[in-house]
């Protein structure tokens, strides 16, 4: 499927796009910041990629676990993980995002602080999500 941010990447070497949806707030904020995506090269656990699901869906999330060619992925917005996503599904890597006229790489000292932090939070998002969920099913059974 050829489309026009592979053929950019393929001609120019990178596409901008403005993501649309809540997944990875805070990082990105839907139709107005922009992220810069590249090739798929090299892929690490903690990148943000776009893919597409088998319903065609483009999605721009993280990587949160790699194994052999499959995928674990999550927004930074949410804690209910996506598995196995093919190698073959990821389209792009984001390489950096621009908030208003700043351009933010990933490589950037206070992203990599933020992704950190993301990361360290995300199973304390689900617990509390999972103690919501169980008082919430006391509270009927009364």
Same mark, same amino acid.
């Given at each position: 499927m050829i489309t026009d941010y592979t053929q950019a990447i393929e001609k120019y070497g990178f596409y901008i796009a403005t993501p649309i949806g809540t997944s990875m707030l805070p990082l990105l904020r839907e139709r107005i910041d922009t992220v810069k995506l590249v090739a798929p090269n090299d892929l690490k656990k903690h990148d943000v990629?776009?893919?597409?699901?088998?319903?065609?869906?483009?999605?721009?999330?993280?990587?949160?676990?790699?194994?052999?060619?499959?995928? +674990?992925?999550?927004?930074?917005n949410q804690f209910m993980l996506e598995k196995n996503v093919k190698r073959s599904q990821i389209i792009a890597l984001m390489e950096?995002?621009?908030?208003?006229?700043?351009?933010?790489? +990933?490589?950037?000292?206070?992203?990599q602080k933020y992704v950190k932090k993301i990361i360290r939070k995300r199973p304390i998002k689900y617990l509390k999500y999972l103690i919501k969920k169980i008082i919430k099913k006391i509270i009927r059974r009364k």
């Open positions: 990629v776009l893919y597409m699901r088998n319903d065609k869906t483009l999605v721009l999330h993280r990587i949160i676990r790699i194994k052999d060619d499959l995928f +674990t992925m999550c927004g930074d950096g995002f621009y908030r208003g006229e700043e351009y933010i790489p +990933t490589t950037d000292k206070e992203y």
